[in-house]
């Protein structure tokens, strides 16, 4: 097995990670970045991005239907091409990740180590198979991924993500999306206001991130008004349609109690779960260091200097589970990698002091 012998160690090469490889190289330290993946970020491959660009799109609708309003009246139907939307939506987004792969290559060769890591001990990282990396420090920016009820994988590849969607050739005809979430509600209005028949549903009556009750309602009733939501449904059945001979169809039945009180059956194209996501740090064999971990399972690290319960290890970005945003992300790489490049003599850092403030914003159940 190979060995590696560095100052710092960076598991993850996604946002976070590229920020605490550059902050700590800028320390002058020897570092290596390890990712199992594709590099670049979630929000250019499947998150804040493409998600803007199908946002932008639904938006041309939005603004077309609302002319007449000011006097201005386009002639004709509205005619939305879905596979137009998402040949745009795919072309852009692939130029963003583009920019940031151009960056990767940056980074030299030696300094990249491609595959999954697990601890073997506090300063002790084995590679897949290949490569044991002795760190003095390492930062774990291992970023996040969906969660959702594990019996929904019934559904098969009727079962999506929001990462899922901007895979798409063309719009479907029919999406339900749980979780009336940040996630959730700005691509179930996006695919409504292309024409896609959408309804949200979501549980507990939680809405986005708002925590004060009188805008919580005035949110829940200016989307019900554009589109079907039920924040606190109660869903009866759900499963995959199957023909007379037995096969599974395309297509997934839901039935649930609609806000008048009755059964009403919604059969989709596609279950789009919107229901959170959880950190990447159940793979990494945690359980061979000494960290503390919080009720989920993720390493408790200080808001300010991104350290851990021992002392050499970071953690920074979605695997930190507080605020799943790329510029936090991006904040948090460069306080973690500064401060593991710079050990002993680690430093607070703005961003963390904000994650502190807003970290309880943005949890919310679906």
């Known amino acids: 097995m190979k060995q590696l012998n560095v100052d710092v160690a960076v598991i993850g090469g996604g946002t976070a990670g590229l920020g ?22 979630t929000c250019a491959r499947v998150g804040c991005m493409p998600s803007k660009l199908l946002i932008a799109a639904a938006e041309s609708v939005h603004q077309i239907e609302k002319a007449p309003a000011f006097g201005v009246h386009p002639q004709g139907e509205i005619k939305i091409n879905g596979r137009e939307v998402m040949d745009r939506v795919k072309r852009e987004r692939d130029r963003f990740v583009g920019f940031v792969l151009e960056g990767v290559d940056e980074i030299p060769v030696e300094d990249k180590v491609s595959g999954y890591a697990k601890f073997v001990d506090n300063n002790t990282l084995v590679v897949d198979d290949h490569t044991q990396v002795n760190a003095a420090r390492i930062v774990i920016a291992t970023g996040s991924r969906p969660a959702y009820p594990a019996v929904w994988n019934e559904l098969g590849d009727r079962l999506i993500i929001n990462d899922d969607v901007f895979d798409w050739d063309d719009l479907p005809e029919s999406v339900a999306v749980f979780g009336p979430g940040v996630i959730g509600l700005e691509l179930g209005q996006s695919l409504h206001r292309l024409g896609v028949d959408v309804k949200v549903f979501g549980l507990g009556g939680q809405v986005g991130p708002i925590t004060d009750p009188e805008v919580m309602a005035y949110a829940n009733k200016a989307f019900q008004e554009e589109f079907y939501l039920d924040a606190d449904v109660k869903v009866e059945t759900m499963r995959r349609i199957v023909d007379d001979q037995g096969n599974e169809t395309d297509k997934v039945e839901i039935q649930f109690i609609n806000h008048d009180g009755e059964l009403e059956t919604f059969i989709v194209d596609y279950v789009l779960a919107a229901t959170g996501r959880r950190p990447n740090v159940d793979k990494l064999a945690i359980e061979n260091t000494s960290l503390e971990l919080d009720e989920r399972g993720v390493p408790t690290a200080d ?50 002091h904000q994650s502190q403030r807003y970290s309880q914003i943005h949890k919310s159940r679906w």
């Open 303 to 352: 808001y300010y200097t991104l350290q851990t319960s021992v002392e050499s290890i970071f953690i920074a970005g979605d695997a930190s589970n507080q605020i799943p945003l790329l510029h936090e992300a991006a904040d948090q790489g460069r306080i973690a990698g500064d401060n593991a490049g710079r050990f002993p003599d680690i430093r607070a850092g703005f961003a963390a």
């Open 20 to 41: 605490a490889y550059r902050a700590a190289k800028a320390q002058g330290a020897s570092v290596v970045m390890i990712e199992g993946g594709p590099y670049g970020t």
